[in-house]
């Protein structure tokens, strides 16, 4: 059996809950402790769901008996936060974005290159049962060779329900940072790395209004694009669209679609871990649903499959070279309508297949 791995925990908000309550689920790893610059959060999480110890930043990433800093920050605090975790001797696991920009993140990288340690990072949304099957579908030629896909995140903010939605209009925010992640990780994933991309944003509203509580009635100035659009190309051939936005209040465009040669597929909500996966093949009158062939699994499972590249020293699915790849493209996205350019991309590999006929939470 393998050895359980202790994960500490730093930043303990909104997203937290999720990894806190799927750890007693998973066979590898532990949560051990957990901190925040709000040390009564880190207590509350900590009391909630009986994590061992609540305790500050620095004692965290002092303690000889975690081994792995799963990064619950901020997107701003990502790559610090990182840094000092490899620093300190521990792998890491991020939740989205690895960096808010590719100078940050290309130093996260070369910083555990250099400590032999891993990094990890969200989303692992396409290790669900949902992206697998169409990834299944897809390397079995089902709709024959892909000729092009595209994606698209339309909504109008965040600042409707989450408590503190401030970061979402700063840089390192917006649809593409906060959104993007899990539409070109799953494109990456079913599809192949990017060879090159380019992009135009706006801002269409440049104030936003809190509406959620605790800070219902606070202006938030928006510093970062809000509705973006790109051209993908990946290095297979297949060309692809996105469009993402916090501008748009209704769409009725598919989240993500894949044109073959064959056929076309309607790929599951990448921000889901399930279905459905829908095909109609030339010559067909209506989209069929497939049968799932993957567990579900939930957020979480990249951090699972982490804990087991790390025992069984192979490379890990959800990580920091796949989610440079798509930083890269994001970023990107944002610079290129600056200058009119496409941007080449440095390129990742295309995360393995899980095997079929795996129980939930197994790798
Ligand atoms: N909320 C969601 O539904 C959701 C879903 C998927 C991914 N994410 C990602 O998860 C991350 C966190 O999002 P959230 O919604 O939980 O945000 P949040 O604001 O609710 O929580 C972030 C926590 O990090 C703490 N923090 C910030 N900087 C810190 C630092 N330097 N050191 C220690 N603690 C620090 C804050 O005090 C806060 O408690 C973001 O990267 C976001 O993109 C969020």
Not at 62 to 74: C, E, G, K, M, S
Not at 152 to 167: L, Q, R, V
Not at 174 to 183: H, L, R
Not at 233 to 238: H, K, N, Q
Request: with cysteine; net charge negative; aromatic share 6%.
């Amino acid at each position: 059996m393998q050895r359980m791995l202790n994960v500490g925990v730093i930043g303990c908000g909104n997203i937290s809950a999720a990894y806190l309550k799927a750890a007693p689920k998973v066979g590898n790893f532990n949560i051990a402790a957990c901190a925040d610059i709000d040390a009564p959060r880190a207590r509350a999480k900590a009391a909630e769901f009986n994590v061992p110890r609540a305790c500050t930043v620095e004692e965290l990433l002092a303690a000889d008996d975690i081994h792995i800093v799963l990064n619950l920050t901020v997107p701003g605090a990502h790559a610090d936060i990182a840094r000092r975790a490899l620093a300190a001797g521990k792998h890491t696991y991020c939740e989205k974005p690895l960096a808010v920009n590719t100078a940050d993140g290309q130093g996260v990288l070369e910083l555990a290159r250099r400590n032999n340690l891993c990094v990890g990072c969200a989303p692992d949304t396409f290790l669900g049962g949902g992206i697998q099957t169409a990834r299944k579908l897809l390397d079995a030629g089902l709709i024959g060779q892909v000729v092009g896909a595209t994606a698209n995140m339309m909504c109008h903010g965040h600042e409707s329900w989450h408590p503190d939605p401030a970061f979402y209009y700063q840089s390192g925010g917006g649809p593409m940072f906060d959104m993007g992640p899990y539409y070109l990780t799953a494109m990456v994933n079913l599809l192949g790395p990017m060879r090159r991309v380019a992009g135009l944003a706006r801002v269409s509203f440049p104030e936003r209004l809190i509406t959620s509580e605790p800070k219902s009635g606070t202006r938030i100035a928006v510093e970062t694009p809000t509705h973006i659009a790109g051209l993908l190309e990946f290095a297979s051939g297949a060309i692809g669209t996105i469009t993402t936005s916090f501008d748009v209040w209704h769409a009725s465009v598919p989240r993500i679609e894949i044109y073959g040669s064959e056929g076309s597929m309607r790929v599951p909500d990448p921000n889901t871990f399930s279905g459905p996966v829908e095909v109609r093949l030339r010559g067909e009158t209506q989209w069929k649903t497939m049968p799932l062939e993957f567990p579900e699994n939930a957020r979480g499972i990249g951090l699972v499959d982490m804990a087991a590249a790390i025992a069984e020293n192979r490379p890990l699915r959800a990580s920091g070279e796949l989610a440079f790849h798509v930083l890269a493209a994001m970023e990107a996205m944002l610079e290129t309508p600056k200058s009119g350019a496409y941007a080449e991309l440095p390129t990742a590999n295309r995360p393995t297949a899980l095997p079929a006929g795996l129980p939930e939470w197994q790798v």
